[in-house]
């Protein structure tokens, strides 16, 4: 693979403050970055909503979701402003939980090439959709690669610990070598002997740690849900990765939506990576 620009972000979508605005901010920075993959984490939809037209479902690959596509789910809002922008995508979208009582949360993937195929992995010990801590990971295939959207849970919850999460992934992933992992992964890359460590040590590449040109790398600068009682203070963390399974030569690792590359959208920023 070469000449290509893969994205992830955690949206935090349709619950963050001024959200008609950024999601305009988020697809103008589509349009000019144009990444071949964008992996996207909480992308909510309203429960009551109406269902989305099947019409405007254009490039729409279905995962076997039980939950359907709604008509202000955040991935396929981004997909028909592209369109509208004459750049069209392929996605898919996973209902995974139900969110703050009121909104389907869900995980997308977005890829600029056909997708061939699609797998919806069970991360989490619950299967149950009303309970917050339900995990899943989706995975589409383009061309020989697997690319996963994942959100994973924290190092030491004690009902859902990352530990598990991670075996459960390494598991759905074995035997497949061209594959990466793009996401939220709730761990902390400077926390010692945890799941970054874990990742690494299962012989995962951080492309981050790869890049030739990067940044900071730090995808959240502020106590946010989920860290609130892990956290006493603010402090800046690097938990959204862009792992792959295979050293690759990666030219660029930079945050993205920071309000220095593109204005913030979400409660974190994203992580763009060139190869």
Same mark, same amino acid.
């Given at each position: 693979?070469?000449?290509?620009?893969?994205?992830?972000?955690?949206?935090?979508?349709?619950?963050?403050?001024?959200?008609?605005?950024?999601?305009?901010?988020?697809?103008?920075?589509?349009?000019?970055?144009?990444?071949?993959?964008?992996?996207?984490?909480?992308?909510?939809?309203?429960?009551?909503?109406?269902?989305?037209?099947?019409?405007?479902?254009?490039? #729409?690959?279905?995962?076997?979701?039980?939950?359907?596509?709604?008509?202000?789910?955040?991935?396929? *809002?981004?997909?028909?402003?592209?369109?509208?922008?004459?750049?069209?995508?392929? $996605?898919?979208?996973?209902?995974?939980?139900?969110?703050?009582?009121?909104?389907?949360?869900?995980?997308?993937?977005?890829?600029?090439?056909?997708?061939?195929?699609?797998?919806?992995? *069970?991360?989490?010990?619950?299967?149950?959709?009303?309970?917050?801590?339900?995990?899943?990971?989706?995975?589409?295939?383009?061309?020989?690669?697997? #690319? #996963?959207?994942?959100?994973?849970?924290? $190092?030491?919850?004690?009902?859902?610990?990352?530990?598990?999460? $991670?075996?459960?992934?390494?598991?759905?992933?074995?035997?497949?070598?061209?594959?990466?992992?793009?996401?939220?992964?709730?761990?902390?890359?400077?926390?010692?002997?945890?799941?970054?460590?874990?990742?690494?040590?299962?012989? $995962?590449?951080?492309?981050?740690?790869?890049?030739?040109?990067?940044?900071?790398? #730090?995808?959240?600068?502020?106590?946010?849900?989920?860290?609130?009682?892990?956290?006493?203070?603010?402090?800046?963390?690097?938990?959204?990765?862009?792992?792959?399974?295979?050293?690759?030569?990666?030219?660029?690792?930079?945050?993205?939506?920071?309000?220095?590359?593109?204005?913030?959208?979400?409660?974190?920023?994203?992580?763009?990576?060139?190869?």
């Amino acid at each position: 693979m070469f000449d290509i620009k893969l994205l992830t972000l955690n949206t935090h979508s349709i619950i963050e403050p001024d959200y008609e605005k950024k999601l305009e901010f988020f697809v103008e920075a589509i349009e000019r970055e144009r990444p071949d993959i964008i992996a996207l984490q909480e992308v909510n939809q309203s429960i009551n909503s109406d269902k989305a037209d099947k019409n405007l479902l254009i490039g #729409y690959y279905s995962c076997n979701s039980a939950i359907p596509v709604r008509s202000d789910n955040h991935a396929y *809002r981004v997909v028909n402003l592209l369109n509208e922008k004459g750049i069209n995508y392929n $996605w898919t979208w996973l209902g995974i939980k139900k969110g703050y009582d009121k909104y389907d949360e869900g995980l997308a993937l977005l890829s600029l090439e056909p997708i061939t195929e699609t797998k919806a992995v *069970r991360l989490s010990e619950t299967h149950d959709y009303e309970n917050w801590k339900t995990r899943k990971a989706l995975g589409i295939k383009v061309n020989d690669e697997w #690319y #996963y959207s994942v959100h994973f849970s924290w $190092w030491n919850d004690k009902d859902e610990p990352f530990l598990m999460q $991670w075996a459960r992934m390494m598991k759905a992933t074995e035997g497949t070598e061209n594959v990466w992992l793009m996401g939220d992964f709730n761990n902390s890359a400077e926390a010692k002997n945890e799941g970054y460590d874990v990742m690494r040590n299962f012989g $995962w590449y951080d492309t981050f740690s790869l890049a030739a040109k990067k940044d900071s790398g #730090y995808t959240v600068e502020n106590i946010i849900d989920g860290w609130k009682e892990r956290l006493n203070k603010p402090e800046k963390l690097r938990i959204d990765f862009i792992m792959s399974k295979k050293t690759k030569y990666i030219s660029s690792s930079h945050t993205i939506f920071n309000g220095i590359n593109e204005p913030v959208v979400s409660d974190h920023y994203g992580v763009i990576c060139e190869l």
